[in-house]
């Protein structure tokens, strides 16, 4: 909205065309998005506690210290990371990309399926909500809509093709085997950070750190110059997804406010959803799906878990780790809950410095 508002007067005010510079707008988009975060924060827990009597659900097969120090905090957070990224971007995104609402597109439809996947555990005082295979369903639905949405708008040269990191421009034309391939990506994106989300800041970290890199990789790949230069496919119109993801780490900051040990609320699957299928929309965009795994190591970690102590026990009968999703293993094993966020954290770090060294490792 600041970007139609003070166009028309640059010419006669020369400093409104800060307003013309994305670094500029991300700038503003971030900390706008931290103080409506902050602002609101204190109102926002308040409401929650006073609608959840209960507060979110915790698995009575979880550690034994989450039900003696979490009971009673309130859930569905994310609304709050929503709320002040939903106005950010009004604010500071050029409103005409269509690239900016496709990915805002994933932003509320998964919000949507998490905000509901949170209003039935609550509803029914317990761990299950909405149901896993028909919510797999409508996510990846969703995710062929997007992509189908998608390659319309994008260069045909780049519709259905998947770009190999740490390669001159190496890639593979998959086809309509494309749609599964992205659907896995932003599908695997938000379950793998709602699967993360078991720890007090344990999830926002990692989300804030891995959208910071592909701030970067958008700033790059929108930059034909950059692009260039640094042999990775340039994609129109990506330098505005700099401001959501912007205004995602502002707002994730903000509600990390109230998210740090002891937490004040949770974000649940309002958050986790909705956060995590935007990465994945924005690797999936900016052509870079493969490097996602690498940067959210992390996610994927999580993930994998998951998937090999469920194997595991089926076929043998026996678990790989002490408990599953691997956060709780080393809660199992002794680590307190920060040592463990740290970690985490750190390996993130890392990670990310990993996949942003693919830009120029080729």
Not at 165 to 193: D, H
Request: hydrophobic share 50%; aromatic share 16%; proline share 3%.
């Amino acid at each position: 909205m600041f970007y139609y508002f003070f166009s028309p007067y640059i010419d006669s005010f020369s400093f409104l065309n800060l307003f013309n510079y994305l670094t500029f707008r991300a700038g503003g988009a971030l900390f706008t998005a931290f103080l409506i975060s902050l602002l609101l924060g204190p109102k926002f827990i308040k409401k929650l506690k006073s609608v959840q009597t209960k507060g979110q659900p915790i698995r009575k097969d979880g550690p034994k210290s989450h039900l003696l120090n979490k009971v009673g905090t309130p859930t569905m957070g994310g609304m709050l990371i929503l709320i002040s990224l939903f106005i950010s971007i009004v604010l500071w995104a050029d409103l005409s990309s269509e690239v900016v609402w496709l990915i805002f597109s994933i932003t509320i439809l998964f919000g949507l399926i998490g905000a509901l996947d949170d209003y039935k555990k609550l509803k029914n005082n317990s761990t299950e909500g909405f149901k896993g295979s028909y919510r797999l369903v409508i996510e990846f639905l969703i995710c062929f809509l997007f992509v189908f949405l998608l390659n319309k708008v994008i260069d045909p040269q780049l519709v259905n093709v998947v770009y190999i990191p740490f390669t001159k421009g190496f890639y593979f034309e998959l086809g309509f085997i494309y749609y599964i391939f992205a659907g896995l990506v932003i599908v695997g994106s938000a379950n793998a950070v709602n699967l993360t989300d078991g720890l007090d800041g344990l999830a926002i970290g990692p989300i804030m750190i891995t959208t910071l890199s592909f701030a970067f990789i958008a700033y790059f790949t929108g930059n034909f110059i950059y692009s260039d230069y640094l042999k990775i496919p340039y994609v129109s119109d990506t330098g505005e997804l700099v401001i959501i993801c912007a205004a995602l780490i502002g707002a994730g900051l903000g509600f990390l406010w109230f998210n740090a040990p002891p937490a004040m609320v949770f974000m649940g699957d309002t958050g986790s959803l909705s956060m995590g299928g935007t990465i994945g929309a924005i690797a999936v965009v900016t052509k870079h799906e493969i490097i996602l795994s690498i940067i959210g190591g992390i996610f994927v970690l999580e993930a994998l878990s998951v998937f090999a102590q469920v194997i595991s026990f089926k076929l043998t009968g026996k678990r790989i780790f002490k408990m599953a999703p691997i956060h709780h293993h080393y809660e199992q094993k002794g680590w307190s809950e920060s040592t463990i966020v740290i970690r985490f954290w750190i390996i993130s770090i890392i990670l990310a410095l990993i996949g942003l060294a693919s830009l120029k490792l080729r």
